[in-house]
């Protein structure tokens, strides 16, 4: 007897993203890191992008979209704004809020054996209820800014296509 999950790899969800800066010094040093990120449009190299709160990352495409959306981001708001000392060491954090990452998301059944855990996905299908407590993976934290209708589609197309490969015992 064990637990298990009901698992949605590479779903689009809206989520707030972090990266440590290189720039040690001041906050003025670490604005003039983000505008040459910005202008190279060159935000991955040398960097670890995090989705905020989740220890390895969340993230599963470091896409051209994705550069654009945070460029697009970074562009509309004060650079200065965006950027927070770390609290602990002489390192400079951007953080870029509600922006769409394509990331696999999870959520814990209430079964105890394979057999039930199948039933209980395929009862959340066909209800189209997927109210279940959804986390990104291996996140500490909620992650998710927002569980909306899109979303929700995207996780049911995901079940319809292949039910019991969406269902995983937890480790």
């Known amino acids: 007897m064990g637990k298990f999950k009901l698992k949605a790899r590479n779903v689009h969800v809206h989520a707030n993203l972090e990266v440590r800066l290189k720039s040690r010094t001041t906050k003025e040093e670490a604005n003039k890191e983000v505008e040459r990120m910005v202008d190279k449009k060159d935000l991955f190299s040398g960097y670890e992008w995090k989705i905020e709160g989740c220890e390895d990352g ?67 299908y066909a209800e189209k209820n997927l109210d279940c407590e959804w986390q990104i993976e291996n996140c500490d934290e909620d992650g998710i800014n927002e569980f909306n209708e899109t979303l929700k589609n995207e996780i049911l197309e995901l079940i319809g296509k292949d039910l019991e490969a969406c269902i995983e015992e937890c480790a």
């Open 58 to 124: 969340g993230i599963n495409n470091f896409d051209i979209r994705l550069t654009e959306d945070i460029v697009e981001r970074i562009s509309q708001e004060e650079t200065d704004e965006n950027i927070f000392w770390d609290g602990f060491t002489a390192h400079y954090d951007l953080n870029v809020s509600h922006i769409l990452v394509n990331s696999n998301l999870e959520a814990l059944l209430k079964a105890t054996s394979l057999e039930d855990a199948i039933t209980e996905v395929k009862h959340l």
